[in-house]
């Protein structure tokens, strides 16, 4: 991914985003969902409307930032499933980043291909 000036989004106010849940829109229309905690049927209800509310803005690409995600259930999974649909029948692109073990769940549960995750680079060791 190229340098893109991301700011917050104040317009998609609505639903709110879920506690802890981020959202930045970047100038090329790129937008940003960064996902916090568990994904699970606790929180399932109110994180579709929310990310329904993403598909709305209509975006040329979407990327669905997992790191800061601590747990995701088959719900949780589900529900990415249905945006990554969503936004492709759209015409968007869709990415998803994550850390090393989301990538072990995605592939335990057959959804590594289809989410293809890119794990971002470690940083390098201090010398």
Same mark, same amino acid.
């Given at each position: 991914m190229? *340098?893109? *000036?991301? /700011?917050?989004?104040?317009?998609?106010?609505?639903?709110?985003?879920?506690?802890?849940?981020?959202?930045?829109?970047?100038?090329?229309?790129?937008?940003? @969902?960064?996902?916090?905690?568990?994904?699970?049927?606790?929180?399932?209800?109110?994180?579709?409307?929310?990310?329904?509310?993403?598909?709305?803005l209509?975006?040329?690409?979407?990327?669905v930032?997992?790191?800061?995600?601590? &747990?995701?259930?088959?719900?949780?999974?589900?529900?990415?499933?249905?945006?990554?649909?969503?936004?492709?029948?759209?015409?968007?692109? &869709?990415?998803?980043?994550?850390?090393? *073990?989301? /990538?072990?769940?995605?592939?335990?549960?057959?959804?590594?291909?289809? &989410?293809?995750? @890119?794990?971002?680079?470690?940083?390098?060791?201090a010398?």
């Amino acid at each position: 991914m190229r *340098d893109n *000036d991301l /700011r917050p989004v104040i317009t998609a106010s609505w639903p709110p985003p879920p506690a802890g849940h981020g959202l930045k829109r970047g100038t090329d229309g790129l937008v940003l @969902a960064e996902l916090h905690g568990e994904i699970d049927l606790a929180t399932a209800h109110q994180l579709r409307s929310w990310l329904d509310s993403l598909v709305a803005l209509a975006a040329p690409a979407y990327v669905v930032d997992l790191r800061p995600v601590s &747990f995701v259930d088959s719900t949780g999974l589900n529900l990415l499933l249905r945006l990554r649909r969503r936004v492709l029948e759209g015409g968007g692109t &869709f990415s998803v980043l994550c850390a090393p *073990d989301t /990538r072990r769940l995605l592939w335990a549960h057959g959804t590594l291909d289809v &989410f293809d995750p @890119a794990t971002p680079c470690e940083e390098p060791a201090a010398g």
